[in-house]
Structures are given as C-alpha cells and as structure tokens.
C-alpha cells in the first residue's frame, strides 16, 4: 500500500497545523466545512482527510467534485498528488488508497445521465463549492453518503497507525485512533468567502443539523505561507480592497463585485436607508412579477411590489423550484391573504407551451387561478440591465422579506472569462452569468417592464380595482 505523505512529513514540506485545520480535521460532525481566505490551506485539508478516509476503511468509496472539468483535472486531481503521494489516473478520474477508491468529477456528471446515480459514498467533498450556482448538487451528495459497512482496513492495526503515514505523528495517530473507534461517514465543503451564497446560509447563518464551519483569513495561516506572499497581501488592502476584505479576510459581506450589473444600486439602496422595515399600506393593491424557472436547477421566482405615489415598495420575495403551477397558486393565495389583490405579471415565456401536455404556462395557470398579464418580449437583454438600473432609486425592499432577493441584486454579474482573467485582473464577457442570482435579477428585470410598460402610474383607477375585486373576490385587509 501506498504511504500517504503525512502534514508533517519532510518530503512534502516543513508544515505547521493551525488551529483551525485541527478542528476540521477532528470533528464528529457529518458536514464539515472550511470557508475561508487565499491561503489557508483549507483544499490540502479537504483532500488529506479524504485520503485518511479511504485508508482507514476497508473497501471504502470518496468523490472529489469540481464544477468544471478543466479545474478538476488541471487543479485539484494534481493537488491530490501533491499532498497525498497517491497518484490519480487521467483518464480513468480515480486513485487508489489501498483497498479503496476515490473518483474525480465535475458538476454535470453528478446529476445527468451519468454513472454516478446509483453510488453509495463513504466520503465526499466539494472543492470551491462557491462555484456551484444552487445548493442541488450538495443535496444530492447528501443522499450519497450511505455506505455500509464501514470496516477497519488490515493496514490500520487498532494498537497502531504507523503504516498510515510516512512518519506517523501524534496528531495523526489521534486522528486515526478516532476514527477507528468511531466510525464516520463525511460530506466536506471546501470554500472561499462569496457573500451571501448557499454556503453561507447553510453553514454560517443557520447551520444545518450536525454540521460546522472553521474560518480563517490569510494571516491565520501566515506561519506556513511565504513572507513576500504575505506582504503582497497587505499591498493588496491598498491596491484592492474590497478583494482584500473577501479573498484575504474572509468578510461575507464584501463581495469582488467587479463585473456585477446593480451592486452599486443595493450599496446606495442600503446607504439611503431603503433597505428597512418597509411599512405596508393596507389601501393600495399588491402586484406580482414572476420569473419562471425550468429544470430542476432553475428556480421560480416572485416579486411583491407596490406602487406608493413615485415609490416602489417591494414587499415580499418567493422562490422555489421543482414545484408545479398550483403549489406557485397556493403560496400567492396565503402570501395575498389580507391585501388587495393587484395584477400578475409574466414574461414572455409564460406563452411556453409543454411537451408533455402541449398546454401553456398561461393555460395551467388560469386553471390554477392566477390570471397572467405577459409582458412584452425584451429585444435585447442589457437594455432591460439599464432599464431596471434607472427604478432603483425608486425602490425600498423589506429588509427580512426580500432578503434573498437583495442578495441575488447584489451578486447578479457579467459570465467570467477564465482563460483570460487573473485573481487580480478578472475579464469578463459580455453575457450575463447564469447562477442562482439569476431567477430573482430576471424577475427584477420584468418588474421594471411591469412598471414602465403596464402600469405607469401610483394608483390603478377605481374601475380596474373594480374588476379585479369581482375577478378575486371583495378585498381582505387586515
């Protein structure tokens, strides 16, 4: 068998353990993560403890997940060398630790028709996990990690750990000790600070059920990095340092909002106090803007807005995905409860007709009672980017209802080109980037249309609230 190369070992490098990477590495909990700044060897972790995994269980199974295939097989297949001694196979996208097996994948062959549908993991870990748009993808690794039975390998004698390692060191024959006692199947997240992204929500705001986050900026791990990089860090804080706050301090609130369409939008939104407990008035009706999402990694996305003199109000924000036209139905009925009914806009793809039944969007959903106006088709994209700049001065958001939507404003950016961009000199291209921002910037996008297009003015007249009093109902004003 294979020695892995130990942190410790002279044949990799002289390497002091943080803190930090001891904690990650001894955890009892399922969802380990690591979110944290350059440097702070928090990949090496990832792939290290996933090769201690595959040694220490016989027959044991580990995926290693990228979202591009050219990062997984220039980048992190060779880090797995690197830190481990292990060899991976190019073309087969696995390695062999001793009686066990660890494959290398990207994004699309998790979910498609891939061979990966039926596999039941003893480990996994998702490298860069803030490249991935949606949390799908963690949640169906989620429902991977099942393998039976966990059984100690024969190189790992329970009175000793010394043929792990090259040189076996206390930490890791406390590592090691306690897996064998304890037996442990683990799901990793490996990532750099990126706002307010799923990661975020789910590891640091509100942790999921039997998970953790470390955290760490640049200078936490500055024992085992090299002095002039250290010092281009701190020339860094001058030169950029809204990317020194994200990329080196780890802050979750500045995000590299180079190449973001409305960023400076939210800032001042936020700057100006529009961002706030948003009072709402009883006498004017509330209108939705929908955006619809299609596959399972699209979302739908709902805007709540009313229209107070010059003022948008945006009230509340809704999204899901995978959900059919009558649950959409059902959340509008319960969210509408107690406000005055307003119109219901969709762009133009609501027309969209299915393949399956060959009815469309604008069909099923009057059968479900939503009443669509479609909204006219946008030419050109950008110009409805600019169009949707030019309201946000006339926008005030609910802070606690429309914060998701907030944060999708803020993250919504130009496609990255990474075959020309430095960390940094980023290039970007001319297309919007499609991620999980998306859904609540396209709904944004037709609420602009909405306003300019449809409804111009503060109020509806008296006859329109007329007609839609006897299309809903008399009005519920709490």
Not at 404 to 425: C, G, M, N, P, V
Request: hydrophobic fraction near 40%; glycine fraction near 8%.
């Amino acid at each position: 068998m294979r020695a892995m190369r130990d942190i410790g070992d002279p044949a990799v490098k002289k390497y002091i353990l943080t803190d930090y990477q001891r904690r990650f590495f001894l955890t009892d909990r399922r969802w380990p993560s690591i979110i944290s700044g350059w440097g702070t060897g928090k990949t090496m972790c990832g792939l290290q403890m996933g090769a201690i995994l595959s040694m220490v269980y016989e027959n044991n199974l580990g995926l290693v997940v990228r979202r591009k295939f050219t990062d997984l097989r220039d980048s992190t297949m060779k880090d797995f060398t690197r830190y481990t001694g292990i060899p991976v196979s190019s073309s087969a996208k696995e390695a062999r630790v001793g009686s066990s097996v660890v494959l290398f994948r990207h994004a699309d062959e998790l979910t498609g028709k891939g061979v990966l549908q039926n596999v039941n993991l003893g480990w996994w870990m998702m490298e860069q996990a803030e490249e991935f748009p949606t949390d799908s993808q963690f949640t169906w690794l989620r429902g991977r990690l099942r393998r039976e039975p966990l059984e100690i390998s024969r190189f790992v004698p329970r009175d000793s750990v010394t043929g792990l390692c090259n040189r076996g060191s206390p930490f890791m024959r406390e590592l090691t000790n306690k897996l064998i006692a304890t037996p442990t199947r683990r799901g990793m997240i490996i990532a750099n600070a990126h706002g307010h992204w799923w990661g975020w929500k789910n590891f640091i705001r509100t942790p999921i059920e039997d998970s953790m986050c470390v955290e760490a900026t640049s200078f936490d791990n500055s024992g085992n990095l090299p002095a002039d990089f250290i010092a281009d860090l701190h020339r860094l804080e001058r030169d950029a340092p809204r990317k020194y706050r994200q990329f080196v301090m780890n802050s979750h609130e500045d995000f590299d909002l180079e190449g973001a369409f409305w960023a400076k939008d939210v800032s001042l939104a936020l700057s100006e106090g529009r961002v706030t407990n948003l009072p709402f008035d009883p006498a004017l009706p509330v209108h939705t803007v929908w955006d619809f999402g299609i596959g399972e990694e699209d979302s739908t996305a709902i805007i709540f807005f009313q229209l107070c003199g010059k003022e948008i109000h945006i009230v509340d924000y809704y999204e899901n995905n995978t959900e059919g036209m009558p649950f959409y139905a059902k959340i509008l009925a319960e969210k509408l409860k107690g406000w005055i009914k307003g119109e219901d806009f969709a762009p133009v793809d609501v027309y969209r007709r299915s393949m399956q039944t060959g009815e469309s969007l604008l069909t099923v959903a009057k059968k479900s009672g939503v009443i669509f106006r479609p909204l006219p088709k946008e030419k050109d994209k950008y110009l409805g980017i600019d169009r949707a700049r030019g309201i946000f001065h006339r926008c005030w958001f609910d802070a606690k209802k429309t914060e998701f939507l907030i944060d999708a404003l803020s993250h919504y950016q130009k496609e990255r080109d990474d075959a020309h961009s430095t960390e940094a000199h980023p290039v970007f291209r001319s297309r919007a980037l499609h991620d999980w921002s998306s859904h609540g910037a396209d709904a944004f996008r037709s609420l602009s249309l909405a306003v300019e297009k449809k409804l111009g003015g503060s109020r509806m007249t008296a006859n329109r609230v007329r007609q839609l009093q006897k299309q809903y109902g008399p009005p519920m004003v709490a």
